[in-house]
C-alpha cells in the first residue's frame, strides 16, 4: 500500500535533547549538536572525555564512576564534578571512603590545570592538545577564549575556518559559556605555562604534522611523542597551515584534504627519516 512513497526527512535546526544549534560544518557529511558540555545525550562522554589524563588529569574519575553519577541525576555537567561531597561518592557502588577521598583529592587538584588543558577538555570538535596550546599561547586566560570571535581565531597558527567554525559554534551556545563560567567561579584556574624558547632550536620547530590512519609499527601516541621531541606540533586537524600529513593504512577525509591543499604526505619510514636527517 505504502510501495513508492517518498517520505522527505528535513534535518531539525535544534537538537531534540538539548535544544542546541545543530552544527554542520562545510565539506563534512555529519551533523552534530553543538553543546557539548550541556546536552544530557552526550553527557557521559563529556565528563569522561573531561577527566581523561591529557585534559583534567582526574584519577579515579572512570567510566563506571561517570555512569553512577550521571544515571543517579548527581553530575549534569563538568562544573558539577567540583561541588559533589564526600558522602555522595560514599553511597556510590564499590566505592569506600579511601577511594571517595582520593577521587575528591584528584578532582581539587584538577583546579589547578593549565589553560590548554581546560581548553582541551572542553571537548570541542576539532580542537585537539596542540590546537588547545596555540589556543591558549594566544588568548592567555579562559575568559579571552570564550569571547573569541572568528577573526582573533583565524590569526591562530593550526587554526583554519573549521577549527574556527566549531569553536564559534560551540561558544555561540550560552550554556555551554555557562558551565565555563561556573568552572571558573567554583576555583578552576588554569594557568599559562611559560614559553619553552629551547623549543624554537629544535629541528622541527614551527611545523605541524597531523597523523592519520594506522602506522605499521608505531602507536599514534608514539609518532605524536616523537615528533613533539623534535618541536613540531600534532594537530587533529589539517588546515593550509599544515606541513604534513603522516598517513598509515585507512586514512580517511584527512589525507583527501591533504591531498586537495597540496600538503606533503609522509608514510611512516619518511617521518622517522626526517626525524633522524
Known sequence: MLEGLVIQFEMPTHCPICSSHIEKIEGEAIARCSGGLFCPAQRKQALIHFAQRRAMDIEGLGEKVVEQLVDLNIVH????????????LISLDRMGEKS???LLLAINNSKQCTLPRLIYALGIRHV???????LAKYFKNIEAF????????LKINDVGPTVAASIMSFMAESHNRDVINQLVSLGV????????E????????????????????????????????QGAKVAGSVSSKTSYVVAGSDAG???????????????EAQMVALLNS
Open 198 to 229: 629551547s623549543v624554537n632550536s629544535l629541528k622541527l620547530a614551527g611545523k605541524t604534522f597531523v597523523l592519520t590512519g594506522t602506522l605499521p609499527s608505531l602507536s599514534r601516541e608514539s609518532a605524536k611523542e616523537m615528533l613533539e621531541n
Open 100 to 102: 571517595a577521598n582520593n
Open 146 to 153: 570564550t569571547l573569541s570571535t572568528e577573526e582573533d581565531l
Open 253 to 267: 577525509s584527512k589525507l583527501e584534504k591533504a591531498l586537495e591543499l597540496g600538503i606533503e604526505v609522509l608514510d
Open 128 to 134: 585537539g592538545e596542540a590546537t588547545a596550546k596555540d
Open 189 to 196: 584556574l588554569p594557568r599559562v605555562e611559560s614559553i619553552d
Open 77 to 88: 555537567t563538568p562544573a558539577d564534578l567540583y561541588k559533589i561531597k564526600l558522602e555522595t
